[in-house]
């Protein structure tokens, strides 16, 4: 019998007036259809112009992939991490240390499973396209 792949989903919106149901709702519906199980949802309300130090979602986020509490996150937009692309490359580079794959399902963008190869460099040229 094959294992499922855990994956966290990353959700965030900049105000607290924002909603992000349709964020859930459409990486849900995305895990069941690739059969992915959902270990993990971080959902948070706060400005992705923030830096990690005052990001606990992020800190969270990293948190649990050091724990291996999930193989994969899946986010709508590479702006979810943030909107600085360094910061975005650094946690990226830092997930990619304890998990395979980055997912963004907006482009259904699949960073390559890190025993394929290296992906620092990739990650950075792809994250400047596709922002």
């Known amino acids: 019998m094959s294992q499922q ?77 943030g909107r600085n692309a360094r910061d975005i490359r650094n946690t990226i580079d830092q997930l990619h240390r304890k998990i395979a794959v980055v997912l963004k399902i907006s482009v259904v963008l699949n960073l390559l499973m890190k025993t394929e190869m290296k992906v620092s460099s990739l990650t950075s040229s792809l994250l400047f396209i596709v922002s």
């Open 5 to 81: 792949t855990k994956v966290c989903l990353f959700i965030r919106v900049s105000t607290q007036v924002q909603d992000y149901d349709r964020q859930i709702s459409d990486l849900t519906e995305y895990c069941k259809q690739k059969g992915y199980t959902i270990s993990k949802t971080i959902a948070t309300k706060i400005t992705g112009t923030k830096t990690l130090v005052d990001r606990q979602d992020l800190q969270e986020l990293l948190n649990a992939a050091n724990q291996n509490e999930f193989q994969k996150v899946i986010l709508t937009e590479i702006s979810r991490i």
